[in-house]
């Protein structure tokens, strides 16, 4: 019998990438302290401006979270109390989170079993005279096709929110990356994400001047002159040690997520015939960046691939294990199980993998070998 290997490859490790950056990373935090700029200085300020060239806006606003991008956005497309804003079940809690926020009623619809992201025929189904805005999620790394979407909103008069909060360099049906595809963008840095801060931030992009001017107010208490406050804002800054950070790596994103679709590649490649179902890969110009490399175990078998992965040494995570509408703090909602069959049963399969840019082709052999080896005996 084959001896288990006992070196443990974790879902993301972090420890692997401040390798690679340690020295810029050091002496980037070592400058901001000597300055003693320590909030809203040059660095956001630079920062700011490089993402937006980045993602292709003419505005980045930096914030304190991703869960700060999506409250000040929702705020500032003047979504309130009684509107609509349809979005997926099948996301990370802070999307809903932050409708509730704007006291506006979340609308939960299906996803396309397929991709796993939002079905553009169920939103079609959902609007009411009440719906205020669409905030797509792009999951995974995989962006939702918006062409429909943005025909659905011109059409009714809607508002586009993307949540980019994991697709920072994917590509949209249209070429344009991630971020560019709405009215205002939302993204998360995240300490886990394709371009991750060292702690917690966000921003939110946007071509709309008048807009942009709105939400730098917003993140800091609604102030457009130093302690003139015309609108009741937010604490949502972002500060001067995560935006050097942040502006370091986002010098390596593209390196990073190129690597990333490499070893997306490797993994379909060795896993497209065992018995799982792998996550397609988009026919450019789409872009997939592999935030995570997400598979689905049918059958009732993904829990238990779990455990045996991980008495193996073998990180695994589930995105998500309980959609929104089934959560015990979304009751109120009135939502109940089967309400959306698709989700649910996404819900229930879904599994991802280790997936980091430092990642070794060993590694990923190792990994992929083991869910071979479980699904040939279960």
């Known amino acids: 019998m084959t001896a288990v290997a006992t070196e443990e490859i974790p879902l993301v490790d972090l420890k692997a990438q401040y390798a690679t950056i340690r020295d810029d990373v050091r002496a980037a935090i070592d400058e901001v302290l000597e300055s003693m700029q320590l909030t809203i200085g040059p660095n956001v300020k630079a920062f700011d401006h ?13 914030v304190g979270s ?15 109390s009684g509107d609509e804003v349809i979005t997926v079940s099948h996301t990370f809690f802070a999307t809903v989170e932050a409708i509730l926020y704007a006291n506006a009623r979340p609308i939960l619809v299906e996803v396309d079993e397929k991709t ?6 169920a939103v079609a189904a959902a609007i009411t005279p ?49 971020g560019t595809g709405g009215r205002v963008n939302c993204f998360s840095f995240y300490c886990s994400k394709n371009l991750g801060a060292y702690g917690e931030a966000g921003s939110i992009t946007t071509s709309d001047d008048r807009l942009a001017e709105e939400l730098r107010a917003l993140r800091e208490h ?9 609108v009741i804002g937010y604490n949502a800054r972002l500060d001067e040690i995560q935006a050097a950070i942040l502006r370091i790596k986002l010098r390596k994103l593209e390196e990073w997520n190129n690597r990333r679709r490499e070893l997306g590649r490797m993994y379909d490649q060795r896993l497209r015939d065992v018995g799982v179902i792998v996550p397609e890969i988009p026919a450019e110009p789409r872009r997939h960046v592999f935030y995570t490399y997400t598979i689905r175990v049918t059958g009732g078998r993904r829990d238990d691939l779990r455990k045996y992965l991980g ?6 995570q589930i995105h998500y294990p309980v959609p929104i509408h089934l959560q015990q703090s979304a009751e109120f909602l009135g ?44």
């Open 222 to 230: 609604g102030q457009s002159t130093r302690y003139y406050h015309p």
């Open 130 to 178: 009440r719906t205020k805005a669409i905030i797509p999620v792009h999951l995974y790394g995989r962006t939702v096709d918006l062409k429909p979407l943005k025909q659905l909103a011109q059409d009714r008069n809607i508002t586009i929110i993307e949540d980019a909060a994991q697709a920072h360099g994917a590509l949209l049906d249209d070429g344009h990356r991630a």
């Open 50 to 62: 490089e993402f937006a060239s980045y993602i292709g806006t003419k505005h980045s606003i930096g």
């Open 116 to 121: 796993m992201l939002i079905d553009p025929a």
């Open 335 to 378: 939502y109940r199980k089967g309400d959306l069959p698709v989700t649910e049963k996404v819900a229930a399969e879904v599994l991802s993998l280790p997936m980091f840019a430092e990642l070794t082709n060993e590694q990923l052999e190792r990994v992929s070998d083991a869910v071979r080896t479980f699904m040939k005996s279960h």
């Open 311 to 316: 008495d193996r040494g073998i990180g695994t």
């Open 66 to 80: 991703g869960t700060d991008a999506l409250q000040l956005a929702i705020r500032a497309c003047g979504v309130s």
